[in-house]
Structure formats: C-alpha cells, structure tokens
C-alpha cells in the first residue's frame, strides 16, 4: 500500500474536517430537496451521529467496509458521512448493477454492512450472507426501512473516530481491461487534500463571502457526484439544492437560485434542449463544471453562446479524484473547450511514451500522476497495484494526452479499452465476457461509437458459430438480463467475421470507422 507524506491538515477523519466548515448557525437550511424536504446542517448532525451509533452499536472491526446499493437520498449522504465518521469504510455500489455484479462486488470486499434498498432485500441479503457479512439493513429513497429503524433508537451525539490520514475512506470500483473489477482504496488524506485543493482552485465563497449555493444532480455512488460535489458544497459550508434523479427542466428552472452547478457532458447536453435556458436565468450562477468524460467542444461553445458562461472541464479518476482542472480565476488563464486544464496544485503530471521516458513537449503519450489525492492502491491487488505504479510512484492512468506550451493538458484518447458513456464507464472485456457464452456466439467485440447524447455508446459486434443462427435482438436482451443497464449495447451486428491483424488481434478501429456515423442525425 502506497504511503501518503503525512501532512497535519490532511492527517484526521475527512468527516471532521467536513464538520468544521459547517456554519456557525446550525439551524440554517444546508439541504434542500426536489420533493420539497429541508435539512438544516443541524439535521446533518444529528442525522450523522445517529447512524455512526448504529455502526458503533455492532460491534464491527476498525476499518470494516460498509457497502451500499441505495437510491440516491439525503439519508444516503447520511450514511457516507457517518461511516466516516465511525471509522469505517465506504463502498459505494450504482444502483444499476444487478445480481452477478454485486455478487463478486460483496465477495471481494466482504463487507461487514450491507445497505440495500427494500425492494432489493431477498437477494441481496443472500448474496451477503453467503459472503459472510453480518448486518444487512434497508434504505429507501423515501425514508423507509431497517437502517433509518435502527438508528431512531441510536444517540444523536458522537465523537468522531479519531483517523489518520492514511487510513482507509472509501473503496470505489472500477472495472478492470481485462477480468475483474479492481476496488481502488482512498484514504482520509486522499479525499481531504484534493477537497482542500478545489476549494481554492474553484473559488468557493464560503456563506460570509455572499455564500455558493450547489445544484447537485448527480448520482452519489461515484467520485463526481460524491466526493467531487458532496465534499465541495460542505467543506465550503454552502447549501446543496438536491435532485433525487437529473431531470433537466428542473435544474434549469432552478439555475437563479443557485451558484454552481456540476455534471457529465449528457447533462450539458440535455439542458441545452431546455429552451427555457438564457442568461437571464443564469444571472447568479458563478460555475458550471464538467468532467467523468470529455465535454465536445460543440456543446462548450454552444452553452456559452445560450447562456453567457464558459464551462470549467477538469479530468480525474475513481482512483485519483480530481488531477487536472482548467481555471476558475481568470488571472490563471482561460478556460479552453477541448483541454482538461492544469494539473492541480500539489499534483504532478507527466507525460511518457511506451518505453518510459518522457516525450517532448506538446507530444502525445500515456498522462501519469502523483500526487496527495492518488489512491493507496487495489484492495486485495497487491500485482494489480504494482504493475499501475511506475517505479518513482507514478500512477499509470491509461488516458492518453499531451501538455501544450502555455501548460494546459488535452486528453486525446485512451490506451485502456473502456467505453464512457453518459459519465459512466463501461469495459469491453466485461460485456464480451458474458456475450462469448450466450449459446450460438463464437466471438463478440464491443465497441464505443459517438452518440449525441451520451457521448459515446457501446455497439456489440458477433460472429455465430458454425451453423447456428443469431438474433441481435436476442443478444441485447440477454445482456439487459444481466448486466447494469447503461454496460447494455445500444445496437447489436451479426456479422461473418471480426477483422484482425496479423498477430490475429481484433482490429477495433475499423470497426469503430464501419458504424462512426450509426447515431449521426439525418
Ligand atoms: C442510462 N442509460 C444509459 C446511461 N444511463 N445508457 C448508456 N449510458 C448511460 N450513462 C440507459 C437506460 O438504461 C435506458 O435504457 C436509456 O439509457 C435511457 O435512460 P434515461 O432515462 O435517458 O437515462 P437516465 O436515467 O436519465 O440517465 C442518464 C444520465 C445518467 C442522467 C446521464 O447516466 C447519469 O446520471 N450519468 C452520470 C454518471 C456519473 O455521475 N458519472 C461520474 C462518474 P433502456 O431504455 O434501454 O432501458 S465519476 C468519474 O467518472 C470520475 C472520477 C470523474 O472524473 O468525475
Ligand atoms: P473512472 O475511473 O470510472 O472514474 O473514470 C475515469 C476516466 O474518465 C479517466 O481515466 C478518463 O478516461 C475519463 N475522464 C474523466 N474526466 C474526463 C474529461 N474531462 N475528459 C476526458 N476524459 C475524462
């Protein structure tokens, strides 16, 4: 496990640090919801306290993982931040995933908790049962179930767990090129220092500077929406408007009164279709950010043409949070559409060729990284680990770019096969997998085609075999049967055969040329 250099404002449980900047008025409303719910900073408390007493309450080893598939919710929030305050854990799990999924998610991390919705008990309790996990509770997105139950009865005063910087947080998953989905472990000080960082980088004006106000729209079982967001709006002290699911016309309508906003490009776009969107209903917003996938430069220039405000895309990862950002401050630099910025301050990025020496400037090569906020490595992958770490400590991230003169860095594709679409990652290897075995199929290739609004999607390629005959559609519905909903292909070919190279590898790219235009309107 990679060391962090101790640093004493980062070396302490990251809820700590994210209590300190609550505002002196607790009673103020720090959380208000799309169902019209308000949660005053206050209610953040209590609500954190009483759940890390239920953690408390059971007894559970330091450091145990507490994995949750629920909607997202306020009382979901709740649950992150009293894990962290408890001392434990946290495993976010996307709501999609289904049965096959969570089962090797639970088997791998072994879980001491288990948090699913209610709808979901009867099989995901028995997958963690089987895998040994003790606790299983239930959160609904409306309040309902065991662990809101369980914690009414639990004190609603805590001390927070006394945690080091270098101890674990959270694990996120990201699945692997090839084979199994790796849990990449972050710790307090990895998540606190780039918390830190963008609170600066980003400008937030804390409540006695007029105050940001957060439009968070995103999903709370990944970086973006639960670090990135989360993290910046509460650290900073700054009310959230909270939206259960995106649903564009409702964030437009409440732009005024709001400051920030962040979100994959798919938001971007679909907000654009709104026409209610104008300047004059962006008057007090101060930030729009974009990130998890690249932002075309179309939908950059069209949203400063409709609304009067330059898009601030930055880049990261599950296993690194934030690494690059472009600037909020005009005396930094311009935002540029098509860049994903400068490194953050405190991060270190390079880029190299396949041999490892660095190449020249405004050259194309692999981005690697160093830094705080660089995870501490995959849970239970001490190989895994090594072979992404170069030898000086550099994360390889797989994303392929170049620095230009002025020092802004352009992400230009990806040497890992992986597919983003609509901000969430999908790997080939994963879908060809399970459609390799489908009764009838040879061999199978997914490939990432543009589309116009989730970016890019995944289109399934097959080849039958000998004799036997295939239904695309068949192919889809076996895969919607089994996998998270947007790991789906959008369209499916039966074809004769895949094309190769001399060394017999699946050429990918000509694929990619034959169905570039499948989604082209007109
Ligand atoms: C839903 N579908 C998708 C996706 N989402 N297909 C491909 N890609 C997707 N992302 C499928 C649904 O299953 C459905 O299929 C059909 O598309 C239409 O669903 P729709 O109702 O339009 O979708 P939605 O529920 O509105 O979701 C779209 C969404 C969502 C809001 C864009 O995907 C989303 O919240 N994306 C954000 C992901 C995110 O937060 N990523 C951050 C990762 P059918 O009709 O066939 O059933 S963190 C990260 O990447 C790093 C570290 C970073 O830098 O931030
Ligand atoms: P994940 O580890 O699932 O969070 O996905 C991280 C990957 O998302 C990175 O390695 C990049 O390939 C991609 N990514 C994140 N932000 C951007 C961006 N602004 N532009 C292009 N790719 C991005």
Redesign the pocket.
């Known amino acids: 496990m990679k060391k962090t250099t101790s640093n004493p404002s980062t070396d302490r449980n990251l809820f700590a640090a994210l209590r300190d900047a609550f505002p002196s008025d607790l009673d103020g409303i720090a959380i208000e919801t799309d169902s019209g719910l308000c949660y005053s900073w206050r209610d953040i408390e209590r609500a954190s306290a009483m759940l890390a007493n239920l953690l408390e309450s059971l007894d559970l080893a330091p450091g145990s993982r507490i994995a949750v598939q629920v909607e997202k919710s306020v009382e979901a929030a709740m649950l992150y931040l009293a894990t962290l305050r408890a001392g434990h854990v946290f495993l976010p799990l996307n709501t999609a995933y289904q049965s096959g999924e969570m089962e090797y998610f639970i088997g791998d991390a072994e879980p001491a908790v288990v948090v699913c919705t209610p709808r979901n008990f009867g099989w995901v309790s028995q997958l963690a049962f089987k895998a040994g996990t003790d606790h299983v509770f239930t959160l609904g997105a409306d309040r309902t179930g065991s662990l809101l139950e369980r914690a009414a009865f639990c004190s609603d005063q805590h001390v927070v767990a006394a945690r080091r910087g270098d101890d674990m947080a959270a694990i996120l998953y990201t699945s692997g090129t090839t084979g199994r989905s790796k849990g990449a472990m972050l710790s307090h000080a990895n998540l606190l220092s780039n918390a830190l960082v963008l609170k600066d980088y980003w400008g937030w004006r804390t409540p006695a500077q007029g105050g940001d106000v957060l439009i968070h729209a995103?999903?709370i079982f990944?970086?973006?929406?639960l670090f990135?967001a989360l993290h910046g709006a509460l650290l900073n002290g700054s009310p959230m408007l909270w939206q259960s699911?995106?649903e564009p016309g409702w964030v437009v309508r409440n732009l005024p009164r709001a400051t920030v906003f962040m979100g994959?490009p798919?938001?971007y776009v679909r907000m654009l279709a709104e026409s209610g969107l104008n300047p004059a209903q962006c008057r007090n917003m101060r930030l729009f950010i974009s990130?998890?996938?690249p932002l075309l430069l179309d939908t950059f220039t069209e949203w400063t043409k409709r609304t009067g405000h330059t898009i601030l895309e930055r880049?990261?990862?599950?296993e690194t949070?934030m690494l690059t950002s472009n600037p909020c401050d005009p005396a930094r630099g311009e935002r540029r559409g098509g860049t994903v910025g400068f490194p953050l301050p405190g991060v270190e990025l390079r880029v190299q060729d396949d041999a490892g020496n660095a190449v020249a400037q405004g050259e194309i090569g692999g981005i690697q990284v160093r830094g705080p906020n660089v995870f501490k490595g995959y849970w239970h992958m001490p190989e895994k680990t090594r072979e992404e770490f170069t030898s000086d400590g550099f994360f390889k991230t797989g994303d392929v770019g170049r620095i230009d003169a002025d020092g802004y860095v352009t992400i230009v594709g990806r040497s890992k096969d992986l597919i983003i679409?609509?901000?969430?990652?999908v790997y080939p290897a994963e879908v060809e997998s399970y459609v390799n075995d489908l009764p009838g199929v040879a061999e199978s290739a997914l490939v990432g085609i543009a589309h116009p609004d989730?970016g890019e999607?995944g289109v399934l390629v097959v080849t039958c075999r000998d004799g036997q005959s295939l239904d695309p559609q068949q192919i889809i519905a076996a895969t919607r049967a089994r996998l998270a909903?947007?790991k789906?292909p959008k369209q499916c070919f039966v074809v004769d055969d895949l094309p190769r190279n001399a060394m017999g590898k699946v050429q990918k790219n000509l694929l990619r040329d034959r169905y570039r235009d499948l989604f082209k309107a007109g």
């Open positions: 995103l999903p990944h970086v973006h929406g990135v699911k995106f994959v798919t938001l990130g998890s996938a880049y990261g990862m599950s949070a679409s609509g901000g969430y990652n989730f999607v909903n947007f789906v």
